[in-house]
């Protein structure tokens, strides 16, 4: 079945929560339809004019990017500019673009996760976390005959996510009393009389930005003129998901022999190395992207080697001075990898939803920095 916009947007919300984003990020849909259906997608780290292009000429319906394609406020869209042209190119061909960013690197099973994959690390864990998720508790009261149609609309909403289970629910039974009022459509019981019903309490986790939207679902199919329900506001830690990883070789190599591993692996023909050749490293810490902001954290974590990019002069003598060793591969070359990963997971989770849709990565991209 060919699904739409907005169902393949609920599909990559699911693989990348938005809520696991940055604050300065700009995650979800960058533009199309939500109406707009959806028989092809591709896979890209970036939303060049190039790659829109390209995706234009082959007919993709959605393209979905690891980098965002507005990352500040827009004040105009002049078509002779670069932003301009992918803007005109992709609402004339009818191409919805998507990003997951700082969300997919901080997801478990996301960039950072593929990247420590790569290198073959165990015993992983969050470099810069763990996240909190601002979660809340719905608690909706519902007749008994009813309770299945409220299920189905919050499953339906995929609420109720704890760790590796989804459709958690707690329920109770008790019994509702109510007073309809003179001005009153009641759907049980007589204006003027005091009812009781058998109704269901019914618990579950929705994450803080979802709340809204699944308050006006579930009311949609409620019986009462009037729904009963609580939230709960709480803070949930997840000790899968945050900036970065650390874990273990398996067995101890010397900085230069990770280095001609992280070549190998990662397709590049040089990286950038803080620390002497021959240091022996255990422990790894690995960012993808730009990782300077979390040296401090990759110190602190124990580990005698930190993998990232754009790392800085003042990075590596920071580096120098903690005695850890500093291994750049760049920002493209840290995250490149996650184009084919994505394509795989996005091809399994329509599958799983009973949508179709082709599934394929751009393998045209390039790193902009050559070396001479």
């Given at each position: 079945?060919?699904?739409?916009?907005?169902?393949?947007?609920?599909?990559?919300?699911?693989?990348?929560?938005?809520?696991?984003?940055?604050?300065?990020?700009?995650?979800?849909?960058?533009?199309?339809?939500r109406?707009?259906?959806?028989?092809?997608?591709w896979?890209?780290?970036?939303?060049?004019?190039e790659?829109?292009?390209?995706?234009?000429?082959?007919?993709?319906?959605l393209?979905?990017?690891?980098?965002?394609?507005?990352?500040?406020?827009?004040?105009?869209?002049?078509?002779?500019?670069?932003?301009?042209?992918?803007?005109?190119?992709?609402?004339?061909?009818?191409?919805?673009?998507?990003s997951?960013?700082?969300?997919?690197?901080?997801?478990?099973?996301g960039?950072?996760?593929?990247?420590?994959?790569?290198m073959?690390?165990?015993?992983v864990?969050?470099?810069?976390?763990?996240?909190?998720?601002?979660?809340?508790?719905l608690?909706?009261?519902?007749?008994?005959?009813?309770?299945?149609?409220i299920l189905?609309?919050l499953?339906?909403?995929?609420?109720?996510?704890m760790?590796?289970?989804?459709?958690?629910?707690?329920?109770c039974?008790?019994?509702?009393?109510?007073?309809?009022g003179?001005?009153?459509?009641?759907?049980?019981?007589?204006?003027?009389?005091?009812?009781?019903?058998?109704?269901?309490?019914?618990?579950?986790l929705?994450?803080?930005?979802?709340l809204?939207?699944?308050?006006?679902?579930?009311?949609?199919v409620h019986?009462?003129?009037?729904?009963?329900?609580?939230?709960?506001?709480?803070?949930?830690?997840?000790?899968?998901?945050g900036?970065?990883?650390?874990?273990?070789l398996?067995?101890?190599?010397?900085l230069?022999?990770?280095?001609?591993?992280?070549?190998?692996?990662?397709?590049?023909?040089?990286?950038?190395?803080?620390?002497?050749?021959?240091?022996v490293?255990?422990?790894v810490?690995?960012c993808?992207?730009?990782?300077?902001?979390?040296?401090?954290?990759?110190?602190?974590?124990?580990a005698?080697?930190?993998?990232?990019?754009?790392?800085?002069?003042?990075t590596?003598?920071?580096?120098?001075?903690?005695?850890?060793?500093?291994?750049?591969?760049?920002h493209f070359?840290?995250?490149?990898?996650?184009?084919?990963v994505?394509?795989?997971?996005?091809?399994?989770?329509?599958?799983?939803?009973?949508?179709s849709?082709?599934?394929?990565a751009?393998d045209?991209?390039?790193?902009?920095?050559?070396?001479?």
């Open positions: 079945m060919t699904g739409t916009v907005a169902q393949f947007t609920r599909i990559l919300d699911h693989l990348a929560p938005p809520r696991l984003a940055e604050s300065w990020d700009n995650v979800g849909l960058q533009i199309g339809n109406d707009w259906p959806v028989k092809r997608v896979t890209a780290l970036d939303p060049l004019p790659v829109v292009a390209r995706a234009c000429e082959n007919d993709v319906d393209l979905v990017t690891h980098h965002p394609l507005f990352f500040k406020p827009v004040k105009h869209i002049d078509c002779g500019s670069p932003l301009g042209r992918i803007v005109e190119m992709a609402l004339s061909r009818r191409l919805a673009i998507f997951a960013h700082t969300n997919l690197d901080s997801v478990h099973g960039v950072n996760d593929v990247l420590a994959g790569r073959g690390l165990s015993k864990r969050v470099l810069a976390g763990p996240a909190h998720a601002d979660m809340c508790k608690v909706v009261f519902v007749p008994r005959n009813h309770m299945k149609a189905d609309t499953f339906a909403l995929d609420t109720g996510r760790g590796n289970y989804s459709c958690c629910t707690f329920r039974e008790g019994v509702g009393t109510f007073l309809p003179a001005d009153a459509s009641p759907a049980v019981g007589k204006i003027g009389t005091l009812t009781e019903v058998q109704e269901n309490r019914i618990e579950i929705v994450s803080h930005g979802d809204s939207t699944v308050v006006d679902a579930v009311k949609k019986p009462y003129e009037s729904m009963a329900y609580d939230v709960y506001p709480l803070t949930v830690r997840d000790h899968q998901t900036l970065g990883r650390v874990g273990e398996s067995s101890p190599l010397p230069d022999a990770i280095s001609a591993k992280l070549k190998a692996v990662l397709n590049l023909s040089t990286v950038k190395v803080v620390g002497k050749p021959d240091m490293v255990e422990t810490a690995v993808s992207g730009s990782g300077s902001s979390l040296m401090t954290a990759a110190i602190a974590s124990g005698q080697a930190y993998v990232s990019g754009d790392l800085g002069y003042h590596a003598r920071e580096a120098q001075q903690a005695g850890i060793g500093l291994i750049d591969v760049g070359g840290s995250e490149h990898l996650v184009v084919d994505l394509a795989v997971s996005i091809r399994d989770a329509i599958k799983a939803s009973g949508l849709a082709t599934v394929e751009v045209t991209e390039t790193d902009p920095f050559h070396y001479l």
